[in-house]
T-cell receptor, first 113, second 113 residues
Framework: SQTIHQWPATLVQPVGSPLSLECTVEGTSNPNLYWYRQAAGRGLQLLFYSVGIGQISSEVPQNLSASRPQDRQFILSSKKLLLSDSGFYLC????????????FGPGTRLTVL | AQSVTQPDIHITVSEGASLELRCNYSYGATPYLFWYVQSPGQGLQLLLKYFSGDTLVQGIKGFEAEFKRSQSSFNLRKPSVHWSDAAEYFCAVGAQAGTALIFGKGTTLSVSS
């Protein structure tokens, strides 16, 4: 069966510090991968999605970037965090050429102070 | 452009009472429709999905949803709510394979005893 992992589960970082959140998927090949951010009362905001290694689509201009160095690994990064980067970050995957049914990881709670 | 509206931000239902959460979508063709549930601090879990065929779909945990094309709606229902159903519920619409889902802003369900 397929599983998706995210780490760390929680993170507290000072403003201006770098960020690296990691997501890995097991049990499937060539997945579509997604990063979402969830802020209180604002639903899910799609940040990035990837249909293959090195292929990243950015949905919202922001202080973040994403990379996909391996087929089942998706990394969310920032060089300098802002207060507004605080939130709950969710990684998700779907099967390529599917009806877009997505499966979510457990999330990372990021607090920027 | 696709969009999803969940008109109710917060709903409170008595335990044992019936539940209906509303979802309206905007999409030119037949959409792929999903309901997800999120417990506090957790990722999203898929409750049910509609791709085609029977407009009444059954999901996990006793939930069902009905697709009504004429009303552009995909409302979630449960005949008898349990305290463990208290969570946030998201409706989502998908279009082409390989693209991301569009999520509504969510409805928070509280269950009173």
């Amino acid at each position: 069966s397929q599983t998706i992992h995210q780490w760390p589960a929680t993170l507290v970082q000072p403003v201006g510090s770098p960020l690296s959140l990691e997501c890995t998927v097991e049990g499937t090949s060539n997945p579509n991968l997604y990063w979402y951010r969830q802020a209180a009362g604002r639903g899910l905001q799609l940040l990035f999605y990837s249909v293959g290694i090195g292929q990243i689509s950015s949905e919202v201009p922001q202080n973040l970037s994403a990379s996909r160095p391996q087929d089942r690994q998706f990394i969310l990064s920032s060089k300098k965090l802002l207060l507004s980067d605080s939130g709950f970050y969710l990684c998700a995957w779907s099967v390529m050429r599917s009806y877009n049914e997505q499966f979510f990881g457990p999330g990372t709670r990021l607090t920027v102070l | 452009a696709q969009s999803v509206t969940q008109p109710d931000i917060h709903i409170t239902v008595s335990e044992g009472a019936s539940l209906e959460l509303r979802c309206n979508y905007s999409y030119g063709a037949t959409p792929y429709l999903f309901w997800y549930v999120q417990s506090p601090g957790q990722g999203l879990q898929l409750l049910l999905k509609y791709f085609s065929g029977d407009t009444l779909v059954q999901g996990i945990k006793g939930f069902e949803a009905e697709f009504k094309r004429s009303q552009s709606s995909f409302n979630l229902r449960k005949p008898s709510v349990h305290w463990s159903d208290a969570a946030e519920y998201f409706c989502a619409v998908g279009a082409q394979a390989g693209t991301a889902l569009i999520f509504g802003k969510g409805t928070t369900l509280s269950v009173s005893s």
